[in-house]
């Protein structure tokens, strides 16, 4: 029942900005942590951002400073900032939903190339 739909996605030259967003279904959206994931071909899935509930945000050490994670909880939506992109950041960005220590609940994806 649980709908993850990411968007904003696309092809940026390096040093450029993304915003990718993720819209949720469920009426429950503001108690859970969200968090953006990616993975890069050949690569495992890595953790990029997460925030909770309460507005509390981590970040991979490989995007601290250039990405930042925000909610809208009246949209049921979480965004993620990507700023100052490098090749390296080249993946498939995924959103999830927690509760994380049960379940996790996962969308799509979007291509995010950074390529000159």
């Known amino acids: 029942q649980v709908q993850l739909v990411e968007s904003g996605g696309g092809l940026v030259q390096p040093g450029g900005s993304l915003r990718l967003s993720c819209v949720a279904s469920?009426?429950?959206?503001?108690?859970?942590?969200m968090g953006w994931y990616r993975q890069a071909p050949g690569n495992q899935r890595e953790l990029v951002a997460t925030?909770?509930?309460?507005?509390?945000?981590n970040y991979a050490d490989s995007v601290k400073g250039r990405f930042t994670i925000s909610r809208d909880n009246a949209k049921n939506t979480v965004y993620l900032q990507m700023d100052s992109l490098k090749p390296e950041d080249t993946a498939v960005y995924y959103c999830?939903?927690?509760?994380?220590?049960?379940?996790?609940?996962w969308g799509q994806g979007t291509q995010v190339t950074v390529s000159s």
């Open positions: 999830c939903r927690g509760p994380y220590s049960t379940v996790r609940y």
């Open positions: 469920g009426s429950r959206f503001s108690i859970y942590t």
């Open positions: 925030i909770s509930s309460g507005g509390s945000t």
